[in-house]
């Protein structure tokens, strides 16, 4: 304390801006004169959950929170998880909107039949904040498009935990055709999604449901785009796109179209079920991948489930020369494992790149292939540091499931340095 009472002003106001605390920087009026006069400089406020759970006194919640932020001269950066209502919201936006960059709410505090009698509501207000560079909300129903101006500086969108009716995410998309970074996190209600923003480098979609969304995207400078509950995905201008995520872990990936993938470098597709035609494509379209995920139990066009049909396994990876690691579960796995699979192989033939591989193993069928096919990929991955073999629920009733697994693990001592097991 002394030592802070030695220091200019200049530098006591420079060390207290960094405080962004609620409760912290309410201490500072009780401290000195010098500290309650450095509280227009702090440019950071959050109320964490549970800010006002021993409330006292007669102000509310809000009007505590406008007398704050009133306090300060520039405020740039404002998270609230605590509750608040719309016209809270409002008032406060009304003070600090201007110089607001970065604005983080919790607003899963009101039920469905509250949100529609509030007004203004909280979606609504936000408008006033016309110089966001930040925007992320948690738990929000977007029954009706929100009432927005166009926030030109918005680079960063986040939405987390949210019931959404199509028009309504139509109106937000629009109102931000800045955006760099947009992530939808645990969304419910979308049936058909479309994004144009010519700025946005990173996409993360997360859609809950049925997993019957489709998806289309024409984003020129995309550079990493994660997909979770589409079966329908349209993306075109994809010459920038280097990491790519497809799941769906709810419904069938039924159709994928997208550009070449010239400069994709990672490749993830998981899901119960994809029709083989988007699983081929999707690989001739990342020839030139190197990090390559593959996690999808079935194929099949409708209801019924199909195993996958034989892959080749020297085409493979002919089609895929810079492939440095392969993470490869059961179905793939074993479609790279047919007999005729390893028929002819030219004695030329290597995998020039592959330096680490993760196999899943969860039956012990075509045993023979298998482990002609493990042999394989260290015979002929010429850079291989690691193979790592996941064996995962196998249930057999037979002793073919024993015997197969003491061939891989003979396998593994002959090749111990770079195989392992899990």
Partial sequence: MQIMESLPDAIVQYIL?????????ALCNCVSKRWKDSIPYIRSLIFPRGSFDNLTGSDTPDEIVLKMISLIERLESLVVYSPFSGAGLASWLTVIGPSLRYLELRMDNLGEQDIFNERPSKLDCLTAAKSLESLKLWGVLMACSPKWDVFEKLKNLEIVGARVEDPALST???????????LLLGV?????VSIELPLLEQCKLDFYGLGNCSFSMNCPKIEVLEVQGCSWIRVQKTKHLRNLSIANTAGRVYMVDFDKLVALESLSIRGVQWCWGAISSMLQWASEVKHLFMKVEFTGD???LHPFPEVDFVDFFNNHPRLQSFDIHGAMFAALCQKNSLKN???EFVIPCLEEVVITVRSPLNAEQKMSTLESLLKYGKNLKSMVIKVLQMKSNHSSADDFFDEICRFTCMNRKIVRIE
Avoid: H, I, Q, W
């Avoid at 801006?17 to 920087?25: E, F, L, P, Q, T």
């Avoid at 937000?172 to 947009?182: E, F, G, I, Q, S």
């Avoid at 419910?188 to 058909?192: K, L, N, P, S, Y």
């Fill in 17 to 25: 801006s960094y405080m962004n605390n609620a409760r912290d920087v």
């Fill in 172 to 182: 937000v998309l629009r109102a931000c055709p800045n955006l760099t970074k947009l």
């Fill in 188 to 192: 419910d209600g979308v049936v058909a």
């Fill in 302 to 304: 409708f209801e019924t």
């Fill in 345 to 347: 192989v030219d004695s």
